[in-house]
């Protein structure tokens, strides 16, 4: 299959030492079996884990052509670190995905794929439609989630069934554009993008996916988080 497309992927990490070998073997197996051209793009913010050696381990393993390694010196947020790591992609296409195995690699062939069947500006991951499902969360953490998401439906109707989920392809000029538009940091940076998308217009596919709670390393979700999310969600409602 000739293609000229390049697939960025984008792993932040912060203290994922367990969890990252497996999710790069993953990443090469499925890429190298479907294909397509690809490179891995590690932003470790100073896991004090070690989760850096890891990394460059996997560099020394697969190559640096496929293993990008951008660190940053200290725990500086997520939504930085995808717009830190995104700068130094040389994909047309940036997909975004937690480093902790709870987003797993088989499915982004069906990314691709759905990407390419309706030529989408960006594919979202959802747990909320067709085969999609979360695996591991107890009940408050289910609540929190289908709450924070049914709030949010309810109140910007974004037209894509998983707004707080992060698992997701993006064309990389659409990618910076959204970046560019959103306000967030925190949590509610996913959802912001995916409200941004639809006010410019950007066309969004849909793929069912399981998603699994961590094995390894600690949740980072606490009340102060959900307050977060609650006030961003306010804000984008009173601004959109
Ligand atoms: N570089 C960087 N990565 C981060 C930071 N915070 C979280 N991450 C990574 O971002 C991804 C998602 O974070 P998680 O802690 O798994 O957040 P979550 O999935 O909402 O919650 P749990 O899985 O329950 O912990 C993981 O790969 C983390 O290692 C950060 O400040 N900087
Ligand atoms: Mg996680």
């Known amino acids: 299959m000739a293609s000229k497309d390049k697939y960025s992927v984008l792993l932040p990490t912060y203290n994922e030492r367990e969890n990252l070998p497996l999710i790069v073997w993953l990443l090469v197996k499925y890429f190298t079996e479907s294909g397509y051209d690809f490179e891995i793009i590690i932003i470790d913010d100073g896991s004090p884990d070690g989760t850096l050696e890891a990394a460059k381990q996997l560099e020394k393993i697969y190559g640096k052509d496929k293993i990008v390694l951008r660190p940053r010196e200290k725990k500086l947020g997520l939504g930085t670190a995808y717009i830190h790591g995104v700068k130094h992609a040389t994909g047309n296409f940036v997909i975004i995905m937690d480093a902790d195995m709870s987003h797993h690699p088989k499915f982004i062939p069906e990314f691709i794929k759905k990407q390419k069947e309706g030529d989408f ?16 969360w107890d009940f408050k953490r289910k609540l929190v989630s289908r709450t924070a998401n049914y709030i949010t439906q309810v109140l910007l109707r974004p037209g894509a069934s998983d707004l707080t989920g992060s698992f997701r392809l993006y064309r990389k000029d659409v990618l910076l554009k959204l970046v560019e538009a959103c306000v967030s940091k925190g949590y509610v940076f996913q959802m912001e993008m995916i409200i941004r998308a639809r006010q410019l217009n950007f066309s969004i596919g849909e793929v069912p996916i399981s998603f699994v709670d961590r094995v390894y390393g600690e949740s980072k979700l606490g009340g102060s988080e959900i307050i977060a999310f609650l006030k961003g969600l306010l804000y984008l409602f009173a601004t959109t």
Do not use: C, H, K
């Open 121 to 136: 500006d960006l594919v979202s991951g959802t747990r909320y439609i067709g085969n999609g499902g979360v695996f591991g």
